[in-house]
């Protein structure tokens, strides 16, 4: 398959954000061009030795057409801003639901997993018209993932996770390609976008060999890890039953209530300090170093597979 040309848009928001790029062309361009003219106009008007009136503006003249000016192009920039603003807003918020997808960034290239246990490196296949969410976190370095085809960009950082919405709605293969510099080989950290047909996906992640969903995965670190050790009711350690954990309002020992997303399930994995839980000991181990921005994304994936049975892990992800 052949890559397509980076002004492809490939989603309806990438056609938003062209239009308004246009947009924004056209009314820069009009400016420049009046201004330019209006220079030339009066370089040739006011030409020393011109005959040409030199004397004051009616006040009036010059009041009106300094409050239009400035009224009109002040109301045609809000008009951008707000169509900017808006279009960014919209994209930002998931829609639900989305097919979740991980994608751990390292020098110099982009793992990608899926909810299926399916991974490849370098390459994204996504479903076409399907809502699709980015988790997305480093190993190291600061990265950026770049969708030209989608008009969407977003920093990759170690210790955080990041979010990209879509919907793709044209299948092909795009470019995908790390915006930020990383590091010496920065330049080949890039890879495709493939978008494909739900039913291509479907086969797609079944013929990739590794089989194991990431809730399974996950499950097995949970059990080789040792969390199991204290996490399972009846443990000799006081520590909470993570069963409806994920999704549900945790009462934190400094006061704080917070919302156990996955950014919460990977902290108390990785800064247990940050998020201790109110009515047990503070005996949740840090566990960074012991495990992979990988190894994180599986136990966090099995916790939230505890919650519900209607994750998105693919084929029962049940305990
Ligand atoms: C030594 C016992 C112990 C081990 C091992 C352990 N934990 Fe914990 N964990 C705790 C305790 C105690 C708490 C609650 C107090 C706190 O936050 O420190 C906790 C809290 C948590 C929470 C927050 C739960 C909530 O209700 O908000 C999560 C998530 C968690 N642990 C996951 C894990 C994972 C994943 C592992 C394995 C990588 C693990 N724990 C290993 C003892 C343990
Ligand atoms: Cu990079």
Not at 27 to 37: N, Q, R, Y
Not at 203 to 225: C, T
Request: with cysteine; hydrophobic share 45%.
């Amino acid at each position: 398959m052949k890559l397509t040309e980076f002004t492809t848009a490939a989603s309806d928001y990438a056609a938003h954000v062209d239009a308004l790029f246009i947009l924004l062309s056209v009314v820069s361009g009009a400016v420049v061009a009046l201004v330019a003219g209006l220079i030339t106009y009066f370089l040739i008007r006011y030409h020393k030795g011109s005959g040409a009136p030199r004397g004051e503006t009616p006040e009036r003249l010059d009041r009106e057409i300094e409050i239009g000016w400035t009224a009109a192009t002040s109301f045609l920039f809000l008009f951008l801003f707000w169509w900017a603003a808006s279009r960014q807003l919209s994209a930002l918020a998931t829609p639900e639901p989305a097919l979740e997808i991980h994608v751990v960034a390292k020098q110099w290239m982009w793992r990608i997993q899926h909810p299926s246990g399916a991974r490849e490196i370098d390459e994204l296949h996504v479903p076409v018209h399907t809502n699709v969410r980015l988790i997305m976190t480093s190993q190291d370095a600061i990265h950026d993932l770049y969708l030209p085809a989608l008009r969407l960009k977003q920093d990759v950082l170690p210790d955080r996770y990041t979010y990209l919405s879509f919907n793709a709605t044209k299948t092909g293969v795009f470019h995908l390609t790390c915006a930020e510099f990383c590091g010496t080989d920065h330049s080949v950290m890039a890879g495709r976008l493939v978008v494909v047909t739900p039913e291509e996906y479907s086969r797609w992640n079944a013929a990739v060999p590794e089989g194991d969903d990431l809730a399974h995965q996950g499950k097995a670190l949970f059990l080789s890890l040792g969390c199991s050790g204290c996490h399972t009711p009846g443990s000799t350690v006081h520590a909470p039953d993570l069963k409806g954990v994920y999704g549900s309002a945790v009462q934190l020992a400094d006061g704080r209530t917070v919302t156990a997303d996955e950014a919460y399930l990977r902290d108390c994995i990785l800064l247990p300090d940050k998020n201790r839980v109110a009515g047990f000991p503070p005996l949740m181990p840090n566990f960074s170093g012991a495990v992979t921005p990988g190894q994180v994304i599986s136990l966090v994936a099995y916790v939230k597979s505890l919650s519900s049975q209607s994750v998105d892990t693919g084929q029962g992800a049940s305990p």
